[in-house]
């Protein structure tokens, strides 16, 4: 049987001890501090997701991660008197009514419903990186006085464009980081090029708020040829078309489709609205297009093939922008989309349009592919 020597039991002892007593000495020092919109699935799994990442990066301690619905976010300000703070060995906080284990515990949520209400923390403390998730808490967070880093998470691109506005984000008094959750301009053009080889003539059909999108597609079709030398010098041209509602839709698609080689639908209204999503799906079938987007719901419903980040992939790449934000001084935000994305397709859609495609891991190589 392995035995420690006599002199390594007390240190082993003190370590033990130190580490037991550290919530103790800071009852709520928390790496970082997730503020979530709702308790919509794609939130909690990132949520729970980010946690296990924090934990896995701290070996032996874990790490802290708090997790508050938007409502809770006064929280956060300052000593509250009207409800006890719950144990430090229960280590539960609330997901918008959902209880949930902290890093300590499970890293996944559970999904049984509590009845009580969010517990109120009895005295304040340090709340570490605070990690906005959704557009909703990234605007609350952003205009809360406060000095502590700031990452806005999930966020579409449209969504912060809108925030571009506020003068916290145009005035920054913090470090702000920003992890969109749209794919670039660029990798869609590469997924374009992976799938249809020395294809270069993409349809679009934008909402007129879908203007910064279209500025990013232009800079990318004229900057891809030279940044991808291996894969064809023609330049893209893009057909463009504004749908500024349902009954213009018809007359853009019939602009659009015949300039075409493939459709883009980009994460803008029309592409998020189910409607006209279905009628550019349609069009597209009826003229034998292949369609591209950036969710795979719009694969299920008859897209060829998508560029999607994974929870998985988003939690890591939000854990290092936190790390980099602790040490980070104010500044203009630093905006970051997804790295790690992988492509997912429609066989079925494949054959009827005559294609033979690679498997998507082979697409998903293809796309990450730098020359």
Do not use: C
Request: glycine fraction near 6%; aromatic fraction near 2%; avoid cysteine.
């Amino acid at each position: 049987m392995f035995r420690l020597s006599a002199p390594l039991l007390p240190l082993l002892r003190r370590l033990a001890a130190l580490w037991l007593a550290a919530p103790l000495a800071a009852p709520w020092a928390a790496d970082m501090t997730l503020i979530l919109d709702d308790t919509g699935q794609q939130y909690g799994e990132f949520a729970a997701q980010l946690r296990s990442v924090n934990a896995a990066s701290h070996r032996l301690t874990q790490g802290k991660v708090d997790i508050l619905p938007l409502d809770a976010l006064r929280q956060l300000d300052g000593p509250q008197a009207s409800a006890p703070r719950s144990s430090a060995d229960d280590g539960d906080s609330v997901l918008a009514g959902v209880r949930t284990r902290s890093a300590r515990g499970s890293m996944l949520p559970d999904t049984g419903a509590s009845a009580s209400p969010p517990p109120v923390r009895a005295e304040s403390g340090d709340p570490g990186v605070l990690v906005a998730v959704g557009p909703r808490a990234a605007r609350a967070v952003v205009q809360r006085a406060g000095n502590e880093p700031v990452l806005l998470a999930l966020l579409g691109r449209l969504e912060y464009e809108e925030l571009r506005a506020l003068p916290a984000l145009r005035r920054p008094e913090r470090a702000i980081g920003v992890l969109l959750r749209d794919p670039a301009a660029a990798e869609q053009l590469s997924l374009i090029d992976a799938v249809l080889p020395g294809k270069r003539r993409v349809g679009v059909v934008t909402a007129p708020q879908a203007e910064p999108l279209m500025r990013e597609l232009a800079s990318a079709a004229l900057t891809w040829p030279a940044q991808h030398p291996s894969r064809g010098g023609r330049p893209w041209a893009i057909a463009a078309a504004d749908a500024p509602d349902a009954n213009a839709l018809t007359g853009a698609l019939q602009t659009v489709v015949p300039a075409s080689d493939a459709l883009l639908v980009l994460p803008d209204p029309v592409g998020s609205t189910s409607a006209a999503a279905l009628a550019l799906l349609q069009s597209a079938a009826t003229a034998n297009l292949p369609v591209f987007a950036t969710s795979e719901a719009m694969v299920r419903a008859g897209a060829l093939a998508a560029l999607v980040p994974g929870s998985a992939q988003l939690a890591e790449q939000a854990h290092a922008l936190t790390v980099r934000l602790k040490q980070a001084p104010p500044g203009p935000p630093v905006v970051e989309a997804p790295r790690r994305l992988t492509v997912r397709t429609n066989p079925h859609v494949a054959r009827r349009l005559g294609l033979a495609l690679p498997p998507d891991d082979v697409l998903t190589a293809a796309v990450a592919r730098r020359d």
